[in-house]
């Protein structure tokens, strides 16, 4: 089992930044696969980005490539994604996720077995 707890989401103007935590906890952070999604009001779940066990291996939606990064410290057992140059299409509730099948999960939420609670993200125009 993992456990998953977001943090750093809040309201932001357009073209500011925030930066999201994840902090996992119940098994060892470096053998999971971890990844940011996000749902916004009436859409469906969408994948943000996703890094790979070791870190050595990331991937984007094309929405957010160049403004996001993803990246993760296993010894604190934390992951984070910086998003920079808000836009007001970014306000959605955030969820990180965690896969324990392979040594990246990559952007089908069907590869990824944890889930955490989410944060608010609001972008304001």
């Known amino acids: 089992q993992v456990q998953l707890a977001e943090s750093g989401g809040g309201l932001v103007q357009a073209g500011g930044s925030l930066r999201l935590s994840c902090a996992a906890s119940g098994r060892t952070f470096s053998s999971v696969a971890m990844g940011w999604f996000r749902q916004a009001p009436g859409k469906e779940r969408e994948f943000v980005a996703a890094?790979?066990?070791?870190?050595?291996?990331?991937g984007y939606a094309d929405s957010v490539k160049g403004r996001f990064t993803i990246s993760r410290d296993n010894a604190k057992d934390t992951m984070y994604l910086q998003m920079n140059s808000l836009k007001p299409e970014d306000t959605a509730v955030y969820y990180c996720?965690?896969?324990?099948?392979?040594?990246?999960?990559?952007?089908?939420?069907?590869?990824?077995?944890?889930w955490g609670q989410g944060t608010q993200v609001t972008v304001s125009s």
């Open positions: 996720a965690a896969g324990n099948r392979a040594y990246y999960s990559g952007s089908d939420y069907r590869e990824y077995d944890y």
């Open positions: 890094i790979s066990r070791s870190g050595s291996t990331t």
